[in-house]
């Protein structure tokens, strides 16, 4: 069964850093998202992409982070310069083969520690 | 922002009887809500939806009611499995070009052998 994937499941990393979390998407999907979920909290959209832009994004979702899709299978996310309340689970997600789809597959998830 | 909410933070019931997790929404513009159940250390994992069009969907155990009126959604687990156990998100969607998903803080089910 076709899943999304994300690298590393754990990164540790220095305040002030940046850091580039990674998802492959299930292969025919077309929309995709990023979440995140702080220890304890509920899960937050952070953004979504849809044809190579931004289709929509939170008040979260600042101009320290972006987004891309470097080729045909991978989707990454960019924290510039990290700060210690960026510490969170961080998921991709994929939907859609050719219109919005309302199901969202999820990846594990890649747990993002800012020290 | 509560636009989802889930009140029961944990739930215990008896393998074999029935699990009912609720959900209640405050925007009348959502028009898709969702089930997710996710395992530690896991990525949410999709089990069932709901159109506002409708009030009932099955899946298997799974039965998911709409009460639009109340703004109040309820997934059925029957017979509860120990491998229900796991957290419950409730989520919705007011779709459009992106469907981003609002989700509930999650209600912890507990099945006991």
């Known amino acids: 069964e076709p899943e999304v994937t994300q690298t590393p499941s754990h990164q540790v990393t220095q305040m002030g850093q940046e850091v580039i979390l990674r998802c492959v998407p299930i292969?025919?999907?077309?929309?995709f998202y990023w979440y995140r979920q702080i220890l304890g909290q509920k899960v937050e959209f952070l953004v979504s992409?849809?044809?190579?832009?931004?289709?929509?994004k939170s008040e979260i979702f600042d101009d320290q982070f972006s987004v891309e899709r470097p080729d045909g299978s991978n989707f990454t996310l960019k924290i510039r310069s990290t700060k210690l309340e960026d510490s969170a689970m961080y998921f991709c997600?994929?939907?859609?083969?050719?219109?919005?789809?309302?199901?969202?597959?999820f990846g594990p998830g890649t747990r993002l520690t800012v020290t | 922002d509560q636009q989802v909410k889930q009140n029961s933070p944990s739930l215990s019931v008896q393998e074999g009887r029935i699990s009912i997790l609720n959900c209640d929404y405050t925007?009348?513009?959502?028009?898709?809500f969702l089930w997710y159940k996710k395992y530690p250390a896991e990525g949410p994992t999709f089990l069932i939806s709901?159109?506002?069009?409708?009030d009932k969907n099955e899946d298997g155990r799974f039965t998911v009611f709409l009460n639009k009126s109340a703004k109040h959604l309820s997934l059925h687990i029957v017979p509860s499995q120990p491998g229900d156990s796991a957290v419950y998100f409730c989520?919705?969607?007011?779709?459009?070009?992106?469907?981003?998903?609002?989700f509930g803080t999650g209600t912890l089910l507990a099945v006991q052998p």
């Open positions: 709901i159109s506002s069009i409708k």
């Open positions: 989520a919705a969607s007011v779709g459009g070009a992106t469907n981003k998903l609002i």
């Open positions: 992409f849809y044809n190579n832009e931004i289709s929509e």
């Open positions: 925007n009348s513009m959502f028009d898709y």
């Open positions: 997600a994929s939907s859609g083969q050719g219109r919005p789809s309302y199901e969202q597959y």
């Open positions: 292969s025919n999907h077309l929309y």
